[in-house]
C-alpha cells in the first residue's frame, strides 16, 4: 500500500510540472523573503502544488531537480530540507552579496500507447523510454517536458550572474531585476526557448492570495518579436509568472516537446 502511494505521488507531481493550464494546480517556490541586508541571513523557501497559489492544500513539490546559483555563480547549498504532506521545504544561508537564483528543474517523458488494446500510460527519465515501452505498442504518442521553476533573492545590491543562461529549454533573462520590482510601475523581461528569443507566448501572471477572493486577477500578455514582455504590476505582494511552448524539437525520436517557465516573484510597495 505505502509503495502505491509512494508512486501515485509520483506521478502526479511529474504530470504538474509538465504543463500548468491556467484553472489546474500551479507549481511554485516562495522564499520567506527576497530582499534583505545585514548579517548572518538565511531564507527558507516552500515548495508545493496547489490551486491557491501560495496556500498549501495538494502536494509537496518534489526537489529532485533543486539547484541554487549563489551571486558568483557557484553552486550554493541548501540546508534542512524535508518533505511533508502538503510542502517541502528547506533553508539557505546567504554568505555572499548579490542575487542567488533557486531553481527546480524538471527534465523528463510522458508516453501514453496501447497495448493488447488496453490504454497504457509511462512516466519518467527521457533517457529511459526507450526500454519502458514494448516493441508491439500502437499509438504511441510522447511528450518530452523541459520545466523550469525559479525565485530569486537578493542580499545588499541586485547582481545579474546568475541569468546567464543555458541554452536549454525556455528561460528568463529580465531586463528589470525581479528583486527591483514596484507596484504601479512597469516591468520587463524576456523568454528565450533553447537561446532564442521566444516570440508570441502568452505569460499569465497571477497575484498570490487567491484562496481570499472570488476573482483570479490574472494578467495576460504576450512576448513581441525579441520575446520581450511587459507588466504594470497594480498592488505589492507575491506574484506567480508562468509560461509554456510546445514544439518538435526533443530529443526522443517522434515526440513532441513541452518547455515550461514559472517563476515567483515580489512586488513592493512604492
Same mark, same amino acid.
Given at each position: 500500500?505505502?509503495?502505491?502511494?509512494?508512486?501515485?505521488?509520483i506521478a502526479a507531481s511529474a504530470l504538474t510540472l509538465l504543463a500548468v493550464p491556467a484553472n489546474a494546480h500551479r507549481?511554485?517556490?516562495?522564499?520567506?523573503?527576497?530582499?534583505?541586508?545585514?548579517?548572518?541571513?538565511?531564507?527558507?523557501?516552500?515548495?508545493?502544488?496547489?490551486?491557491?497559489?501560495?496556500?498549501?492544500?495538494?502536494?509537496?513539490?518534489?526537489?529532485?531537480?533543486?539547484?541554487?546559483?549563489?551571486?558568483?555563480?557557484?553552486?550554493?547549498?541548501?540546508?534542512?530540507?524535508?518533505?511533508?504532506?502538503?510542502?517541502?521545504? +528547506?533553508? #539557505?544561508? =546567504? *554568505?555572499?552579496?548579490?542575487?542567488?537564483?533557486?531553481? !527546480?528543474?524538471?527534465?523528463?517523458?510522458?508516453? %501514453? @500507447?496501447?497495448?493488447?488494446?488496453?490504454?497504457?500510460?509511462?512516466?519518467?527519465?527521457?533517457?529511459?523510454?526507450?526500454?519502458?515501452?514494448?516493441?508491439?505498442?500502437?499509438?504511441?504518442?510522447?511528450?518530452?517536458?523541459?520545466?523550469?521553476?525559479?525565485?530569486?533573492?537578493?542580499?545588499?545590491?541586485?547582481?545579474?550572474?546568475?541569468?546567464?543562461?543555458?541554452?536549454?529549454?525556455?528561460?528568463?533573462?529580465?531586463?528589470?531585476?525581479?528583486?527591483?520590482?514596484?507596484?504601479?510601475?512597469?516591468?520587463? +523581461?524576456? #523568454?528565450? =526557448? *533553447?537561446?532564442?528569443?521566444?516570440?508570441?507566448?502568452? !505569460?499569465?501572471?497571477?497575484?498570490?492570495?487567491? %484562496? @481570499?477572493?472570488?476573482?483570479?486577477?490574472?494578467?495576460?500578455?504576450?512576448?513581441?518579436?525579441?520575446?520581450?514582455?511587459?507588466?504594470?504590476?497594480?498592488?505589492?505582494?507575491?506574484?506567480?509568472?508562468?509560461?509554456?511552448?510546445?514544439?518538435?524539437?526533443?530529443?526522443?525520436?517522434?515526440?513532441?516537446?513541452?518547455?515550461?517557465?514559472?517563476?515567483?516573484?515580489?512586488?513592493?510597495?512604492?
Amino acid at each position: 500500500m505505502k509503495s502505491n502511494i509512494k508512486l501515485a505521488f509520483i506521478a502526479a507531481s511529474a504530470l504538474t510540472l509538465l504543463a500548468v493550464p491556467a484553472n489546474a494546480h500551479r507549481a511554485w517556490l516562495l522564499p520567506s523573503a527576497t530582499v534583505l541586508s545585514g548579517n548572518d541571513l538565511w531564507v527558507t523557501v516552500d515548495a508545493a502544488i496547489s490551486n491557491d497559489l501560495f496556500y498549501f492544500e495538494h502536494h509537496p513539490m518534489r526537489l529532485d531537480g533543486l539547484a541554487v546559483t549563489a551571486p558568483d555563480g557557484s553552486a550554493a547549498k541548501t540546508e534542512n530540507m524535508a518533505t511533508g504532506r502538503y510542502r517541502s521545504t +528547506f533553508d #539557505l544561508k =546567504l *554568505d555572499q552579496p548579490g542575487t542567488y537564483k533557486i531553481a !527546480v528543474l524538471n527534465q523528463g517523458a510522458f508516453a %501514453r @500507447y496501447k497495448l493488447d488494446g488496453q490504454d497504457k500510460r509511462w512516466r519518467g527519465p527521457a533517457d529511459e523510454i526507450a526500454t519502458k515501452i514494448p516493441t508491439n505498442a500502437t499509438d504511441v504518442r510522447i511528450t518530452q517536458s523541459q520545466g523550469r521553476i525559479e525565485t530569486f533573492v537578493t542580499t545588499g545590491k541586485p547582481t545579474e550572474a546568475v541569468f546567464k543562461t543555458t541554452g536549454q529549454g525556455l528561460e528568463l533573462v529580465p531586463v528589470t531585476h525581479p528583486n527591483n520590482l514596484l507596484a504601479g510601475e512597469e516591468a520587463k +523581461f524576456k #523568454l528565450v =526557448l *533553447d537561446g532564442q528569443p521566444a516570440a508570441g507566448l502568452e !505569460v499569465e501572471v497571477v497575484p498570490g492570495g487567491i %484562496r @481570499y477572493r472570488d476573482q483570479l486577477n490574472s494578467i495576460k500578455v504576450k512576448t513581441d518579436e525579441s520575446g520581450t514582455f511587459a507588466v504594470k504590476w497594480p498592488t505589492p505582494g507575491m506574484y506567480w509568472l508562468s509560461a509554456s511552448v510546445q514544439d518538435d524539437k526533443a530529443t526522443i525520436k517522434e515526440a513532441k516537446r513541452r518547455a515550461s517557465y514559472t517563476a515567483t516573484v515580489e512586488v513592493l510597495p512604492p
